[in-house]
């Protein structure tokens, strides 16, 4: 039994001693550190581990997520990978994928053993759009539906941008953001091209030539039927045309009435005075018309007033009588006129007043518009006071009331009427002598219109207080004027004064 026990110790060391070691895992290796790829690319991800001859581990596949170059926050898929380490590209970026145990860690820094690959995606490029259509024709309005193909189909930037010539003969319209399929619709008459773009480069594109045939017109109409305005106020009238779409839209313009309303070639109206017209419209294609009815009302009056408070008008005679409107350009300025006493004067449906015997009377005139009334004095005097005498230049010296020196006496008619100078002379009264007197027609003139004046001048040599007058022969009755050198300029009544003779010295007269 002693022998016995002493050999099994032995024998369980031999045993023990004869069993070999498991290798361990120290490290694991990755087939690819960087890879590129297009969009849509699969890889096969290979992980290799040293010693070869240890028992492989388990791996646990990820990819990380691209992070755009132009900011941080959440990234965006690129890629997937599953665990047994197939790798598929789905977008354009960078990423990652990683590969790490499950079961072991190494013992130098007890972290599980990883190994990472960047992936680099490209993007597959277009090489070509071509339409469904590069000519097509349609009619006015209608709409046409234009499909663009990318090639490679798999291409990855499919981002499109369509434009057109003439927005005015087509316009565009795609069928969502960026898509392949665009809307046509013909908006006028004529040709455009339609162009399809890549996006990202401008060197690939496709075009469509797109004719629209012309239309007819089928009806006309205007803007408005009638229009009431204001005297001197102007609009537009626009034409309506029957299809809007109607390719020739041109139109003449006519007015009934151009004293009324004017019109342009653009439809301007322009009113001038109030009443009532017509405002036509005629289309070159078809011959359509359309009418508006213009009614302009005046501009409404706010006042009325005569220009002077009183007028002087002779015997016989005739005043016109002018009126001040507020405002100057009110529309109706038509008024009634009334005499208080047409046994001095009358005033017919114009405002010309004839006098009729001396005397004054009450002119007034009653607007039709808002009865507005203005008044003035109407002085019905002798012929002879319309005359206008003045002394429109002298060089004298007075000394003690004698005046001495060149003296020009000048009468003006200012009433309606022709008259005939038939004397002028100058009294000296101090003594009541004439100094200087003339019946001469080259001096005095034939006739003296309304408005016209007649002067005369001579040199006095001390005469006191020269009194001057004319005298005027007016529908075989003799009048005449008087006045003083140094009175104030006005209409002066005749004055009686009887000359006692004349001076031995008469003053020579001269035309002025």
């Known amino acids: 039994m002693k022998k016995f026990f002493f050999l ?23 087939d690819k550190s960087e890879l590129e790829l297009k969009v849509g690319e699969t890889y096969d991800f290979k992980v290799s581990h040293n010693p070869p001859d240890a028992k492989a581990p388990t791996y646990e596949w990820n990819v990380s997520q691209y992070y755009p170059l132009w900011g941080g926050g959440q990234g965006v898929d690129i890629a997937r990978i599953d665990q047994l380490g197939h790798f598929e590209a789905t977008d354009v970026g960078e990423t990652y994928v990683t590969v790490m145990t499950t079961d072991i860690i190494d013992p130098v820094t007890g972290e599980r053993f990883i190994r990472r690959c960047k992936v680099i995606i490209k993007p597959i490029e277009a090489e ?27 291409a990855t930037n499919k981002s499109l941008y ?23 619709t013909a908006t006028g008459t004529g040709e455009a091209v339609i162009t399809v773009v890549l996006s990202n480069n401008s060197q690939l594109s496709a075009t469509c030539k797109v004719k629209v045939n012309a239309a007819k017109l089928e009806g006309l109409s205007l803007s408005e039927k009638e229009k009431t305005v204001i005297q001197g106020e102007s609009f537009k009238l626009a034409p309506v045309f029957t299809p809007e779409y109607a390719t020739n839209k041109n139109v003449k313009w006519y007015s009934s009435d151009a004293n009324i309303a004017t019109v342009d070639s653009n439809g301007n109206v322009k009113t001038v005075h109030f009443g009532e017209c017509v405002i036509k419209a005629k289309s070159e294609d078809g011959g359509f018309e359309a009418e508006c009815k213009v009614v302009v009302k005046p501009i409404p009056l706010d006042g009325i007033k005569f220009e002077e408070n009183y007028y002087p008008v002779e015997i ?14 009110a529309g109706n300025k038509r008024v009634k006129w009334s005499s208080s006493n047409t046994i001095v004067a009358t005033v017919d449906e114009n405002g010309m007043v004839k006098g009729n015997t001396r005397g004054n009377t009450t002119i007034t005139a009653i607007s039709e518009d808002g009865s507005h009334k203005a008044e003035c004095q109407i002085y019905v005097v002798d012929i002879n006071e319309m005359m206008l005498v003045y002394f429109p230049s002298a060089s004298v010296s007075i000394i003690n009331g004698y005046y001495t020196g060149n003296i020009s006496c000048a009468i003006r008619n200012n009433s309606s009427q022709t008259v005939k100078l038939t004397r002028f002379y100058v009294v000296d009264t101090g003594n009541y002598n004439i100094v200087t007197e003339t019946t001469d027609a080259s001096l005095l003139g034939e006739e003296l219109k309304p408005g016209e004046t007649c002067a005369l001048r001579g040199r006095f040599n001390s005469v006191y207080e020269p009194a001057f007058r004319w005298e005027i022969e007016y529908n075989g009755r003799t009048f005449s004027t008087y006045n003083r050198y140094g009175d104030s300029v006005s209409l002066k009544s005749s004055k009686s004064i009887e000359p006692k003779g004349k001076s031995s010295n008469m003053i020579q007269l001269y035309k002025d």
Do not use: R
């Open 8 to 30: 099994m110790p032995l024998i369980l060391v031999a045993l023990f001693s004869c069993e070999k070691e498991e290798p361990v895992v120290t490290s694991i290796d990755l």
């Open 316 to 329: 016989g005679g005739k005043k016109q009588l002018n009126l001040q409107y507020f405002p100057d350009n």
């Open 128 to 154: 070509g759009l071509k339409l469904d259509k590069t000519e097509i024709t349609i009619d006015p309005k209608k709409k046409e539906i234009l499909t663009c193909t990318i090639s490679p189909e798999n």
């Open 162 to 184: 369509w434009k057109t010539s003439n927005s005015n003969v087509v316009t565009v319209s795609p069928k969502g953001d960026n898509s392949n399929q665009c809307e046509l």
